[in-house]
C-alpha cells in the first residue's frame, strides 16, 4: 500500500493502458465535462512511455503534482524531479514521459488541454539504464 496520503480517491489498476507504462498505476477520471481531468497513481519504479498528445489546433496536457516523488522528461532534456505542488505544461507535440521515483508513490492529476484533432502516440519505453540514474 501506499504511504502517502493522497488527495483524490485512487483509481482502479490502469490495464487499459497497462502495455504503455513499466510497473504498475492506477487511474481515476474525475471529470469528463469540457477538461478531462485524471487522477493518475504510479506504484514506486512506474513510469509511462515515451509519448507525444498530438493536436491539430490547442491540446498538451498538465500535470498538477499531488502527493510522493516522480519526474518529468521531454526527450532531449534532463528529467526534472517533480513533488507535491509541482506543475508540469506539456504543450502539444514535445515527447516526454512521467512516473514515480524508483522509491516513491507519486500521484499527478492529468489536465488534457481541450484542443482540435487530439491524439496520443505512445512510444518506446524509458531506457532502463537512464532511468535507474536519476536518484
Known amino acids: 500500500m501506499s504511504t502517502i496520503t493522497e488527495v483524490?480517491?485512487?483509481?482502479?489498476?490502469?490495464?487499459?493502458y497497462?502495455?504503455?507504462?513499466?510497473?504498475?498505476?492506477y487511474l481515476k477520471l474525475l471529470s469528463s465535462e469540457g477538461v478531462v481531468i485524471a487522477n493518475v497513481s504510479f506504484e514506486p519504479g512506474c513510469r509511462?512511455?515515451?509519448h507525444v498528445?498530438?493536436?491539430?489546433?490547442?491540446?498538451?496536457?498538465?500535470?498538477?503534482?499531488?502527493a510522493g516523488?516522480?519526474?518529468?522528461?521531454?526527450?532531449?532534456?534532463?528529467a526534472r524531479e517533480l513533488r507535491m505542488g509541482d506543475v508540469v505544461n506539456i504543450p502539444a507535440g514535445?515527447?516526454?514521459?512521467?512516473?514515480?521515483?524508483?522509491n516513491s508513490w507519486f500521484v499527478h492529476l492529468a489536465v488534457e488541454v481541450p484542443g482540435e484533432g487530439l491524439r496520443n502516440e505512445w512510444l518506446e519505453p524509458v531506457n532502463e539504464a537512464?532511468?535507474?540514474q536519476l536518484a
Do not use: M
Open 8 to 16: 483524490f480517491p485512487r483509481g482502479e489498476a490502469n490495464t487499459a
Open 18 to 25: 497497462a502495455q504503455y507504462f513499466v510497473g504498475n498505476s
Open 48 to 50: 509511462n512511455n515515451w
Open 53 to 66: 498528445h498530438h493536436a491539430s489546433r490547442g491540446g498538451g496536457q498538465i500535470l498538477l503534482c499531488t
Open 69 to 78: 516523488r516522480g519526474w518529468y522528461q521531454e526527450w532531449g532534456k534532463p
Open 94 to 102: 514535445v515527447k516526454h514521459w512521467h512516473g514515480a521515483a524508483k
Open 130 to 132: 537512464d532511468y535507474n
